[in-house]
């Protein structure tokens, strides 16, 4: 025996005991009729459940209808009232300003001295409406402490009016979709990038939210670049991977720290650092190094043009005084006059 709630308002509810087996829209018609009078979310198991399945799901635990407010929920219609009142406070005031105006001329005073008064009394009556109208029906107030991720919710790039961009929303809630709609995904993890050769890889890990979904299409601005399952042929170097909860993401490594202190350093010198590789009370199972020499590389010595240039990487860990190597590389490139770039990687714990 399970039960079917359905939810009027705040303290207005209506619970129905189910002791057969029927579909949640077998329910709906019986008891509601062919469709609820407002709008109504369908709980199911303490989540939220599509209309679409409502004929295919079966009422084996406790359902729960809860209305959707109507005309908002964040004080909308008491402002509206709010500002009724004070136009028609403002009419009134300016009634009574001509009324006793016209009253204290009639009994001797002066037309200067009886507008000032009547709008002194105009003046009051608008002061004291306005305080009764913000007792009666308060603004909410602005956010209190320090303005950083933490006391202020970010709002989602699906919903915003600007040009949207992957972002990384610290501290805020993943978010649950329903429906069909086009969405921004968050960054689930900073990204990184590395070279091959000359060509620079982006490694970009994105959240879709929580549950699974059917993807239909993936797009980069309006260029999409994979569609129903297949790649596009657009941008044909882009690999992509849908991981489902419960799944491991085999593309790439996805949880990787990059050094800021490393990087734009000159090779001027024969030792550069120490730096640190990870951080502290963490282990890493890699470690990956780019040398770029971006107005290319040689050297000039007998006969004509540039040699090629013998070049012999090295890191080393400190350990109680005592270095160990952990990267050792040696690389042999030709002479050139253009960019080049040297990726090294090797497998480490440290």
Partial sequence: MHTVTRIRGNESREIYTVNECMSIRSWVNQNIGSEFSAPVICLYQGKPLLRAEWDIVLIYADVVF??????GGDGGGKQIIAMIGMAVLAIVAAVLQQYWAEGLIAAGWSS??????AGLGAAAIMIGGSLLMNALFPTKPLPQGNLNTQSLESASPTYSTSISQNQARLWQMIPETFGTMEMVPDLAAQYYAEFQGNEQYLYALL???IGEYLIHRVSIEDTAIWENGASTGNFPEIELEIVNPGESITLFPDNVET???????????ETLGPYTANSAGTQTTALALDVIFPRGLGYMGS?????????????????????????RQETVLPACSTAVHVFMEEDHAV
């Fill in 207 to 209: 959240c879709i939210g």
């Fill in 303 to 327: 006969g004509i043009g540039a040699h090629a240039v013998s070049l012999l990487f090295a890191g080393q860990q400190p350990f109680l005084l005592i270095f160990s190597h952990i990267m």
């Fill in 112 to 117: 200067l001295a009886a507008n000032a008064v």
């Fill in 259 to 269: 050094s800021p202190e490393v990087s734009g350093q000159s090779l001027n010198k």
């Fill in 66 to 71: 809860v209305p959707l407010p109507l005309g």
